[in-house]
């Protein structure tokens, strides 16, 4: 099987994979203990583990093809799949449930925490970079609930606690907006003292990170609303109030290097091992919403064939012909690719589903309408389209009514998070109850007719096996969590 190399591409890549990563890796030699270690060592080790664990083999390859917004392309041998089953139909190598909960829990959230205390303690005290390393922190709980479900939060990171319970996902998603309305009350925008030079993000610009965790904040409080709808009240405060991601510059991502060992994980599976040709196939959920509208972002997304008019994708687990269907393109997953993890249209989206559902705020499909073109002309230009396509393009997409908006919506929202599996995973489950999401998918060819992948499983590791606290009925890959109606 090709995805075997995969399970060991994580932590240490991205750390190779940054400029001037000498200095990235001056770290405190004992990170559990950390005592002395400035705090924006800890913080860049954290970060560069974080963002090399979304685009290694260990979140990304599962939770897109396991989500559909890529095909494995099955018997084709230069295929993901190679002809065995593979992620694509649910068949999940144990180490890739366990890798993402050890790095989650050890090389990210126990060296922020420990940032953090060392950060609060200092004299001066350093407020922006405790604020700084919430932000993250938040994300780390956020993808933790979002893909395993109930999670030790409460009792984590505790060195007096052996055994921490685990608590509810609601809970756990509070905390997430708790953590960062705590680092929103704790940014000092007016103070020096901050993380600077090691903050790969926005280089210490704290009215960014402000408004970062502010969107943050709401993403969470959409994630909740249809289960919790007590939070839409907080939904509508939130719109009223402003202070959100507002353009491209505000965009969280980190770059990559087109130099040895500082290349994008994604293109560096293909370049390692299938001759720099991409492994995945486009998913027909994708082709068949943008090919009939000759969607721009079609060439940017999708290398098509020699010969073929349209884009015509693949259903999980059938069989990828390199005549007819097309591989996401190589000109997307390049060496220098950034990996993104909030973006503009992210924000614009959620704004366009507030006026078109009226939560918190009243039904204005005038303006969601606006919203939404708004939201498609910034995810087209940001897979490269030109500003005057994409500007004329977006122009032309219908005003639609409130059903036929929300569904629209919901969909241009997944289709732009395709090269951002985790995040296309818990929009696709928060876009509907369970048969109405969006897009509509289907369990997968040579898939276990059980039900549509919907999490990650525990892993089996000493740290859940030895916890009496930790849930002892098995959790199937298939089974709803709270959030996911």
């Known amino acids: 099987m090709k995805k075997k190399f995969i399970l060991t591409f994580s932590v240490l890549t991205l750390i190779?994979?940054?400029?001037?990563?000498?200095?990235?890796?001056?770290?405190?030699?004992?990170?559990?203990?950390?005592?002395?270690?400035?705090?924006?060592?800890?913080?860049?080790?954290?970060?560069?583990?974080?963002?090399?664990?979304?685009?290694?083999?260990?979140?990304?390859?599962?939770?897109?093809?396991?989500?559909?917004a890529v095909m494995d392309g099955f018997s084709n041998p230069t295929g993901w799949s190679g002809g065995g089953l593979d992620e694509g139909e649910y068949k999940i190598d144990p180490l890739?449930?366990?890798?993402?909960?050890?790095?989650?829990?050890?090389?990210?959230?126990?060296?922020?925490?420990?940032?953090i205390k060392i950060a609060e303690s200092a004299t001066p005290k350093?407020?922006?970079?405790?604020a700084q390393c919430k932000v993250i922190l938040a994300l780390v709980y956020y993808e933790l609930t979002t893909l395993y479900g109930d999670v030790p939060y409460t009792e984590a990171f505790n060195s007096d606690i052996a055994y921490p319970h685990f608590d509810p996902q609601q809970k756990v998603l509070l905390g997430v907006v708790a953590t960062l309305d705590e680092a929103l009350a704790q940014f000092d925008p007016?103070?020096?003292?901050?993380?600077?030079?090691?903050?790969l993000f926005y280089k210490g610009d704290i009215a960014k990170w402000k408004r970062l965790a502010t969107s943050l904040k709401l993403r969470t409080l959409m994630t909740m609303v249809d289960k919790d709808p007590t939070q839409a009240a907080k939904i509508g405060a939130m719109i009223n109030a402003g202070g959100l991601v507002a353009s491209a510059a505000d965009n969280f991502q980190v770059?990559?290097?087109?130099?040895?060992?500082?290349?994008?994980?994604?293109?560096?599976?293909?370049?390692?091992?299938?001759?720099?040709?991409?492994?995945?196939?486009?998913?027909?959920?994708?082709?068949?919403?943008?090919?009939?509208?000759?969607?721009?972002?079609?060439?940017?997304l999708f290398d098509l064939p020699a010969g073929q008019t349209h884009y015509i994708g693949i259903e999980q687990g059938a069989d990828g012909d390199d005549a007819i269907n097309p591989r996401?393109?190589?000109?997307?997953?390049?060496?220098?690719?950034?990996?993104?993890?909030f973006d503009y249209q992210d924000e614009l989206f959620y704004e366009a589903e507030i006026y078109a559902r009226g939560i918190g705020v009243a039904v204005d499909i005038v303006k969601a309408n606006l919203l939404y073109k708004q939201a498609v002309l910034e995810s087209c230009k940001f897979y490269g389209v030109a500003t005057a396509t994409a500007t004329a393009f977006s122009a032309?997409?219908?005003?639609?009514?409130?059903?036929?908006?929300?569904?629209n919506i919901q969909y241009q929202h997944w289709v732009d998070l395709t090269d951002r599996g985790i995040d296309a995973f818990t929009q696709w489950r928060r876009s509907g109850p369970e048969g109405s999401e969006i897009p509509a998918l289907t369990i997968p060819i040579g898939a276990p007719a059980n039900g549509l992948f919907r999490r990650y499983e525990y892993p089996i590791t000493n740290e859940i096996n030895q916890n009496p606290n930790a849930p002892k009925a098995v959790v199937h890959y298939y089974e709803k969590q709270w959030f996911d109606l």
């Open 255 to 300: 770059p990559f290097q087109d130099i040895q060992n500082k290349k994008n994980p994604k293109y560096f599976i293909s370049e390692q091992f299938n001759g720099k040709q991409n492994f995945f196939f486009a998913s027909k959920w994708v082709t068949n919403y943008l090919d009939p509208v000759n969607d721009p972002r079609l060439p940017k």
């Open 96 to 115: 890739i449930y366990g890798n993402p909960w050890r790095a989650y829990y050890t090389s990210i959230g126990n060296n922020l925490k420990q940032a």
């Open 328 to 341: 996401v393109s190589t000109s997307l997953q390049t060496a220098t690719e950034p990996e993104t993890i």
């Open 16 to 68: 190779l994979a940054l400029p001037s990563c000498k200095k990235y890796l001056d770290i405190n030699t004992n990170p559990n203990a950390a005592v002395t270690v400035d705090p924006k060592l800890l913080f860049s080790y954290a970060v560069t583990s974080y963002v090399d664990l979304r685009a290694s083999g260990d979140l990304w390859i599962p939770t897109s093809l396991a989500g559909q």
């Open 396 to 407: 032309s997409l219908p005003t639609y009514i409130a059903t036929d908006l929300i569904y």
């Open 190 to 199: 007016a103070s020096t003292v901050k993380i600077s030079d090691y903050d």
């Open 126 to 130: 350093n407020n922006n970079a405790a």
